[in-house]
């Protein structure tokens, strides 16, 4: 389980094809691995993954097919920066929102436009997800958690302040771009017990 805030940008050293998927080996850059041990899950642009190596400041994780074809990272390329965050532990802040790391689907950059000192960008959805996205929801784009600033359709806005586009690789976005998307868990759970309707002996 994640938050969605990043604690660092790293990234690829390395991609290494092995039977069809495939090793990274990421940079962490300033994300702190004291305490981290193989078999830990690492959010690497949103896709929850687990180190199986660790070097001082690099991990590497092996990247299934599933993964690969679900998510931004098979496009990704030695140097390409990434997004990265440590698992939650029991009493740390939760500054976002509870982000599972695994990722819906990839959605694509609209427009992006200046708004001040920040932007505002669009993104469009693919369908199936578009129903779980609510103004003042959130939904998390890259491994960081935003807040929906409101919905038409499939698109939706978000606001990406100063501080964001600086410390996340978020700063690069433009039209077009594709990033990996999970939405909200709480609207999955919610739909889930509408579907299911009330429960079998309760008036």
């Known amino acids: 389980m994640f938050t969605g805030i990043v604690q660092a940008v790293g ?23 004291a305490g981290v ?50 698992a939650l532990r029991a009493g740390d802040a939760l500054g976002g929102h509870y982000v599972t790391g695994h990722v819906d689907g990839l959605a694509s950059v609209v427009d992006v436009r200046e708004d001040a000192r920040s932007w505002r960008v669009r993104f469009e959805v693919p369908g199936p997800l578009a129903r779980y996205l609510a103004p003042k929801g959130s939904a998390t784009v890259d491994g960081v958690s935003l807040t929906i600033n409101e919905v038409e359709g499939r698109v939706f806005g978000v606001n990406l302040i100063p501080h964001t586009l600086e410390v996340t690789t978020l700063g690069a976005l433009a039209p077009g771009r594709r990033v990996n998307l999970e939405v909200d868990i709480i609207a999955r759970y919610v739909e889930r017990l509408m579907a299911a309707g009330p429960a079998s002996g309760v008036q």
């Open 37 to 86: 041990a193989v078999g830990d899950s690492i959010s690497v642009s949103g896709a929850c993954l687990t180190a199986v190596a660790l070097e001082p400041g690099a991990f590497a994780a092996d990247v299934s097919r599933e993964t690969l074809d679900k998510t931004i990272l098979g496009q990704l390329g030695q140097g390409s920066p990434v997004n990265l965050e440590r």
């Open 11 to 33: 990234r690829i050293r390395s991609l290494e094809p092995r039977g069809g998927d495939l090793r990274l080996v990421v940079e962490t850059g300033g994300l702190d691995l």
